[in-house]
């Protein structure tokens, strides 16, 4: 059975810095892209970042471009968000996604983390 555990979300000031970790079990990394999408309060739930299986190619939103590094452990089965510069826009639930393609359309994934808050506020 596919899960996805996310962690490492919190309560941040504008500038920090956080590192979000998806644990996956029931399927090895190797074999499966990963996508970070985030939802803020009444807003759709967007794209943030995604990670190849094959070649470790990864790719950002605009939004994050330049902020925000996905990057993977597979001896740990785990996949992070490394956020630095954090904006009060970036606030939201953090959802790790797989069992899809490299893709931003959440509705191209099949299996779904329970999701990480992030508040970025002074």
């Known amino acids: 059975q596919v899960q996805l555990v996310e962690s490492g979300g919190g309560l941040v000031q504008p500038g920090g810095s956080l590192r979000l970790s998806c644990a996956v079990s029931g399927f090895t990394l190797d074999y499966h892209a990963i996508a970070w999408f985030r939802q803020a309060p009444g807003k759709e739930r967007e794209g943030v970042s995604c990670?190849?299986?094959?070649?470790?190619?990864?790719y950002y939103a605009d939004s994050v471009k330049g902020r925000f590094t996905i990057y993977r452990d597979n001896a740990k089965n785990t996949v992070y968000l490394q956020m630095n510069s954090l904006k009060p826009e970036d606030t939201g639930v953090y959802y790790c996604?797989?069992?899809?393609?490299?893709?931003?359309?959440?509705?191209?994934?099949?299996?779904w983390g329970q999701g990480t808050q992030v508040t970025v506020s002074s």
């Open positions: 996604a797989a069992d899809g393609p490299l893709s931003f359309q959440a509705s191209d994934f099949g299996s």
């Open positions: 990670i190849s299986n094959s070649d470790d190619s990864t």
